[in-house]
């Protein structure tokens, strides 16, 4: 039977960073997951907190902490470590971040003409973060057939908007780019692979830098497409090529700033030896009294049981698939069976999601103890080598609030470093069969 010090069950953004930290203190780990997370579909950027009134990410996480239950309440002190090694990781990845927690929080703008919090933001969106001089305009660039961004519907929402210290102007334009004609659909997968290509990537810049204002200052923004896997490349030619302060603005899912993201953490955990097998969803947990001794997940011939000393779950709220509804009015807890602290099932959808309060559901998630570990409504610990971590936590409006992306980092931070004394010390198992689990297990 193959084994590991650590299982981590997810392959979001708190499944991926606490196998890499646990990794990195010598833990042996093998990572599991059925697919793909929610890095596919997020923006790229960090959002720690940004609660109504918050001026910059820190201010919001003391505010959120002092709410009664609030993951940050056991989190907070180690938000700081845990965002600046992650903006660290991506740095080393290629991936430069502008802003951290004490980086004033902006309004910017999104694909369909709202306006969002973000103080936080990769390279390619960064510029949008700096102050609007009082005659500059902002430009946003569409690509003909592509239809996850729509400019002129985001530039006359955007007027409409009440954007303190905004632009001056708003205006747009579409573009025709070579050779899409030829695909029957376009997605951002698609043109980011195309950016890649440098020969497509010169003609596809120069018919933008056609269409642009011949006069005035001009910020410009384009979807989020700017290349794959020469992101760091595509981008200092379009804003050499193009000579006017760009950004990114992410269009709907497959969010390639996500898959940026994905891909360098992929890649770390590798590089540390992490064994990933994604593609077969974890069956169960084999428990002896209150301990994991074995985590069971599907395969491609048979079932694959991992003998293991402890369990980080990272499944997933709501959004994610870790918690689910069921016909009843219960939410359950996919893969352990933990209760769930939840609203009941009339006041589920109550409320504005985007508002001030959220909505009820998003509270939904596992009460845990100071270490992590899930615990019964009396407060009694139910499995104590098992950590929870990310948006499985009860208590946080991760919309709302803004605060799922430090939630997740902080989460994975803490439960690394819990676990990571006892397994790099080979306290945690027994016994361990090396070369039984490949090196990485792909469903396709």
């Not at 780019?177 to 440098?198: M, T, Y």
């Not at 596809?204 to 896997?229: E, F, M, N, Q």
């Amino acid at each position: 039977m193959p084994s590991a010090d650590v299982v981590v069950i997810g392959a979001g953004l708190s499944g991926l960073t606490a196998a890499i930290e646990l990794a990195g203190r010598g833990a042996r780990v093998h990572l599991a997951a059925k697919g793909m997370a929610a890095t596919h579909w997020a923006h790229g950027g960090v959002d720690v907190a940004a609660p109504p009134g918050a001026a910059t990410s820190a201010a919001g996480a003391e505010t959120l902490r002092t709410i009664g239950g609030h993951p940050y309440g056991l989190l907070h002190d180690d938000l700081g470590a845990a965002i600046g090694e992650h903006l660290g990781r991506l740095a080393d990845a290629g991936l430069p971040y502008r802003g951290d927690l004490a980086t004033p929080i902006r309004q910017i703008p999104t694909a369909v003409g709202g306006l969002r919090p973000a103080a936080i933001l990769p390279q390619a969106q960064a510029a949008v973060l700096d102050p609007w001089a009082p005659d500059e305009g902002l430009f946003l660039v569409g690509i003909d057939r592509f239809r996850d961004a729509w400019p002129e519907f985001a530039a006359r929402n955007l007027a409409r908007q009440t954007w303190t210290g905004g632009p001056a102007r708003i205006a747009s334009a579409s573009v025709r780019l070579p050779e899409l004609d030829r695909l029957k659909n376009l997605s951002a997968l698609n043109l980011a692979r195309l950016f890649d290509r440098a020969d497509w990537r010169r003609a596809a810049l120069s018919a933008v830098r056609a269409a642009l204002p011949k006069t005035g200052s001009w910020r410009i923004a384009l979807p989020a497409v700017l290349g794959l896997d020469d992101h760091a490349l595509v981008l200092a030619e379009a804003t050499e090529r193009l000579g006017r302060p760009i950004f990114e603005i992410p269009t709907l899912p497959p969010s390639i700033p996500g898959l940026r993201i994905y891909e360098a953490l992929r890649s770390r955990a590798r590089t540390l030896g992490v064994n990933l097998q994604i593609g077969f969803a974890v069956e169960r947990l084999v428990r002896e009294g209150t301990q994991v001794s074995a985590v069971e997940t599907d395969a491609a011939a048979r079932p694959l049981r991992i003998r293991t000393g402890s369990v980080v779950l990272a499944t997933g709220g709501i959004a994610g698939g870790g918690l689910r509804g069921t016909r009843s009015g219960d939410v359950v807890e996919a893969v352990a069976g933990l209760p769930v602290d939840a609203p009941a099932r009339g006041a589920w959808l109550g409320g504005d999601p985007y508002g001030r309060d959220g909505a009820a559901l998003e509270t939904a998630g596992i009460r845990v103890d100071d270490q992590l570990r899930p615990v019964a409504p009396g407060g009694e610990v139910l499995i104590e080598n098992l950590r929870v971590v990310g948006s499985s936590l009860a208590g946080m409006r991760y919309l709302s609030e803004r605060c799922g992306d430090g939630v997740a980092l902080a989460s994975a931070h803490r439960a690394a470093r819990l676990l990571g004394a006892s397994a790099s010390d080979g306290a945690s198992i027994t016994a361990s069969v090396p070369g039984e689990v490949d090196q990485e297990v792909t469903r396709p």
